[in-house]
């Protein structure tokens, strides 16, 4: 036991719970003693006093029992220390085993997901690729149906056009029929008693067989209406134009869709017929014979499309003039005719009509107007050959020429450039003259 000067311990540690294990171990090794106190300010140190007595009294008498319950506090602090120490070092080394185990893991957990990380790409790649061989068979379907479709479209465009063809066909045949039945010397005379003048006033045998023929040869309705609608800006606001050689009135309906008065005149009864059910104003007249009879500066436009060419020089050269003597000042004149620049032209497509009598060259029908007296003469070509039909190109696209023959390549080249425009030049041209 300490004397009383010794360290004393705090009055109030007992009712410490929280004191930690190496408090009471070092209270226990230096036998300290508990401090005695009061909270009473005027008798507390007569009882303190007083405690200090009894304690002195009392002490030898329970000395051995304090010494036993030393010993036992004591041991069991030493045992409490130790088992706490044991938990400590044990506490290290499971933090130490369970790092060792975690970094373990953790190792083993970075192999496993480097392994499926390279699983996962190879399995995405194989999806990309799948997904984009299903989309490249899918967009390729999709278009091998649409290239069916339209095909199917036009096919059946085709076959109704054909079938409208074949129906308006037969009916001219049958007036045909109806006519040579009637008539079987020739027909009667046409509406105005003028004569052709390369035939009689009323032989029209024949005249269902070129309408078979402009619908074969000539080409579709609509791919006329599209090629001659680059002549509506010299019509517009005109007021009666005249159609000559009106045939099956695509012209006409341009300009009915442009609302310009107009009409139409052709000696084949089939195209009058045809042009008449379709509501036009056509009349069966002889073309020189009709704009002879107009009053001077009564149209205001005058339009020929595959009409002086059946016309020998004389009378094209006559055409022009009544046509300028006819017209109002300001209008036009427009005549078209097929291009003899191009040679498939002149040798192969002109010579298809055989009532055809010779070409015009564009250079002498400018200058023909020229001196009529025309003004702001000028060619205007189109309908061009698809390059299809034309010779295929030396250089083109994904063709480059060799180094060494570069030069020669480029000459070839150009060779076949100027021969494609020799050969498959414009197929019509046409020759606008203003009064």
Not at 294 to 309: N, R, V
Not at 336 to 352: D, I
Request: aromatic share 8%; with cysteine.
């Amino acid at each position: 036991m300490g004397d009383p000067g010794d360290e004393r311990i705090p009055a109030d540690f007992t009712r410490n719970p929280d004191t930690d294990l190496e408090t009471w171990s070092d209270i226990w090794n230096r036998g300290r003693e508990l401090d005695i106190s009061s909270h009473r300010s005027i008798i507390g140190p007569i009882i303190v006093l007083f405690k200090k007595l009894v304690r002195a009294l009392v002490r030898p008498a329970l000395a051995d029992l304090f010494e036993l319950q030393k010993s036992f506090n004591t041991v069991l602090i030493h045992n409490v220390n130790r088992v706490e120490s044991e938990g400590i070092t044990r506490s290290q080394e499971g933090e130490e085993r369970l790092l060792e185990q975690t970094e373990l893991i953790n190792g083993r957990s970075d192999s496993l997901f480097m392994v499926l990380d390279k699983r996962l790409e190879t399995l995405d790649r194989q999806l990309d690729g799948f997904a984009d061989e299903q989309a490249r068979q899918t967009r390729a379907g999709l278009e091998a149906l649409t290239a069916d479709y339209r095909g199917c479209v036009e096919q059946i465009n085709g076959l109704t056009r054909r079938l409208a063809e074949l129906r308006q066909q037969q009916f001219m045949i049958n007036r045909r029929i109806e006519r040579f039945a009637a008539f079987p010397e020739g027909d009667p005379v046409r509406d105005d008693g003028e004569a052709d003048g390369g035939g009689t006033a009323g032989d029209h045998r024949d005249d269902h067989a070129y309408y078979l023929f402009e619908n074969i040869f000539r080409g579709a309705e609509e791919v006329i209406l599209e090629r001659q609608s680059v002549y509506l800006p010299y019509f517009k606001g005109a007021e009666t134009v005249l159609d000559v050689g009106c045939g099956r009135g695509e012209f006409l309906e341009l300009l009915r869709r442009e609302e310009v008065p107009a009409y139409g005149i052709d000696l084949n009864e089939d195209m009058i017929q045809v042009c008449r059910e379709k509501g036009f104003d056509v009349r069966q007249a002889e073309a020189l014979a009709h704009i002879g009879s107009l009053p001077a500066e009564s149209l205001g436009g005058i339009f020929m499309a595959q009409f002086i060419e059946h016309l020998p020089a004389a009378s094209i050269i006559e055409a022009a003039r009544l046509a300028h003597d006819k017209l109002r000042p300001g209008g036009h004149l427009v005549m078209e005719t097929q291009n003899p620049l191009s040679m498939v032209v002149g040798a192969r497509n002109f010579y298809t009509d055989m009532s055809h009598i010779r070409p015009i060259h564009p250079e002498a029908a400018k200058f023909m107007l020229q001196m009529i007296g025309f003004q702001q003469v000028e060619l205007k070509f189109l309908a061009p050959f698809s390059p299809d039909e034309q010779l295929q190109p030396v250089l083109g696209e994904g063709i480059e020429p060799p180094v060494t023959d570069h030069h020669l390549f480029q000459r070839v080249a150009g060779n076949f450039e100027k021969i494609n425009d020799l050969m498959f030049g414009y197929q019509d041209f046409g020759v606008i003259g203003r009064k």
